[in-house]
């Protein structure tokens, strides 16, 4: 790729500009799924819900699961890819959940 | 001179050191000299003050890469006054205006420096880092599974709440592994802590810094006397056998950089 010095040291080349715009927005869906999903075992260990309730809340899981996996592969991120380091307060999401 | 000059100070040591200052290579290939003043000496050398002023030094630090050739010549001059004897090292861009505020800050700091010239005096600092050695799995669940699988057969009955425990087990079963680790690292840390006459902990770099995937769990400095050196690193071995969920890692031996800063220098 031969992109002027000009573009490359203002970077506002438009696919870097969206690929960055896109990691930013799936890392946080990712951050909301992981608190959903956290907030969903929880109630569940709390036996506050009805079977169905369980259920439902497991397809639909299951389901931002599959969506985020699709959303990933369709714009070639890996999973650690949707993480913001956040200094001194560390990453975003655990590197280890 | 017709570049007006500072002062780069590198460290402080007791005496002028025995092997010739003449042979370093200080900061961008500048000579290195000594300044003695009130008992001690400040091993220093000139520097453009046009690149070494507060303003162009600030600019400087951005830059990674005259940090690191500044960073690794500031070490080199450390580290072989620091054969001769004990030394003090000073924090990277300690830029004095002349010989003679260098001189007014060895004297004004005389005390503190006599006290922590004393106290890694024949000591060495080594450091440890350990990482889990399980690659830390990301936090979307089951990535094992291909595209293809994902959707199909899962619309059964039963399936959300099989989902549910399933993510339940692997979290929990995560949660104990890093829990693991992190009780490996204290252990691990405690027993070096023993062995060691002080001992500093670290921030853990992140992983991207590092250029490691994997997390770090410890990152710690120990200052040893320099007859102890070989239990430490027979103690490294045996932890690093016994603990299978980290990887050590031993760097060393350096210049007493994390026990013989002055107070007010801020160590990391």
């Given at each position: 790729m031969t992109?002027?010095d000009?573009r490359r040291?203002i970077?506002a080349?438009?696919?870097s500009?969206e690929r960055?715009?896109?990691?930013l927005?799936?890392t946080i869906?990712e951050?909301?799924?992981?608190?959903?999903?956290?907030?969903?075992?929880?109630?569940?260990e709390?036996?506050?819900l009805?079977?169905?309730?369980?259920e439902?809340?497991?397809?639909?899981l299951m389901?931002?699961?599959?969506?985020?996996?699709?959303l990933?592969?369709h714009?070639?991120?890996?999973?650690?890819?949707l993480n913001?380091?956040?200094g001194?307060l560390?990453?975003l999401?655990?590197?280890?959940? | 001179?017709?570049?007006p000059?500072a002062?780069?100070?590198?460290?402080v040591?007791?005496?002028?050191?025995?092997?010739?200052?003449d042979?370093l290579?200080?900061i961008?290939g500048?000579r290195?000299r000594?300044?003695?003043?009130?008992?001690?000496v400040?091993?220093?050398?000139?520097?453009p003050?046009?690149g070494f002023s507060?303003?162009a030094l600030?600019r400087n630090?951005?830059?990674l890469a005259?940090l690191?050739?500044?960073a690794?010549?500031?070490?080199?001059?450390?580290?072989?006054v620091?054969?001769?004897g004990?030394?003090?090292?000073?924090r990277?861009a300690?830029?004095y205006r002349?010989?003679?505020?260098?001189a007014?800050a060895?004297?004004?700091?005389?005390?503190?420096?006599?006290?922590?010239?004393?106290q890694?005096?024949a000591?060495?600092?080594?450091?440890?880092?350990?990482?889990?050695?399980?690659p830390?799995?990301?936090?979307?669940p089951?990535?094992?599974?291909?595209?293809?699988e994902r959707g199909?057969?899962?619309?059964?009955?039963g399936?959300g709440a099989?989902?549910?425990?399933?993510?339940?087990?692997e979290?929990t079963?995560?949660e104990?592994a890093?829990?693991?680790?992190v009780?490996?690292?204290?252990l691990v840390h405690?027993?070096l802590?023993?062995?060691?006459d002080?001992s500093?902990?670290?921030p853990?770099?992140?992983p991207q810094l590092?250029?490691?995937?994997a997390?770090?769990l410890?990152?710690?400095?120990y200052l040893l006397?320099d007859d102890?050196?070989?239990d430490f690193?027979?103690?490294?071995?045996?932890?690093?056998?016994q603990h299978?969920e980290?990887?050590i890692e031993?760097?060393?031996?350096w210049?007493?950089?994390?026990?013989a800063?002055?107070p007010?220098?801020g160590?990391?």
């Open positions: 992109v002027p000009r040291r970077d080349d438009p696919e500009v960055g715009l896109v990691s927005v799936l869906v951050l909301l799924r992981q608190l959903m999903e956290r907030q969903a075992l929880r109630r569940v709390q036996g506050t009805t079977d169905e309730q369980v439902n809340v497991g397809q639909t389901a931002l699961e599959d969506r985020m996996a699709e990933r592969d714009f070639g991120l890996k999973p650690e890819d913001i380091d956040l001194p560390g990453p999401l655990p590197y280890d959940s | 001179m017709t570049d000059s002062v780069w100070a590198y460290a040591a007791e005496r002028v050191p025995a092997a010739g200052l042979e290579e200080g961008e500048g290195v000594a300044v003695p003043a009130a008992g001690l400040a091993i220093a050398g000139d520097v003050l046009s507060e303003a600030r630090l951005e830059d005259w690191e050739a500044t690794r010549a500031h070490h080199r001059v450390i580290a072989a620091a054969e001769d004990p030394v003090v090292p000073l990277l300690t830029v002349d010989d003679a505020s260098t007014a060895l004297a004004e700091f005389g005390g503190q420096f006599r006290s922590a010239l004393a890694t005096r000591h060495k600092e080594w450091g440890i880092k350990a990482y889990a050695t399980r830390a799995e990301p936090g979307a089951d990535d094992g599974r291909g595209s293809s199909a057969d899962r619309k059964s009955a399936s099989a989902y549910l425990d399933r993510r339940r087990r979290l079963a995560h104990q890093r829990r693991g680790v009780a490996g690292a204290e405690a027993r802590a023993g062995l060691a002080q500093r902990l670290h853990p770099q992140s590092a250029g490691h995937r997390q770090m410890l990152n710690a400095s006397p102890r050196d070989g690193a027979a103690a490294v071995d045996e932890l690093a056998g299978g980290l990887r031993i760097t060393g031996p210049p007493p950089y994390s026990f800063g002055l007010e220098a160590q990391p």
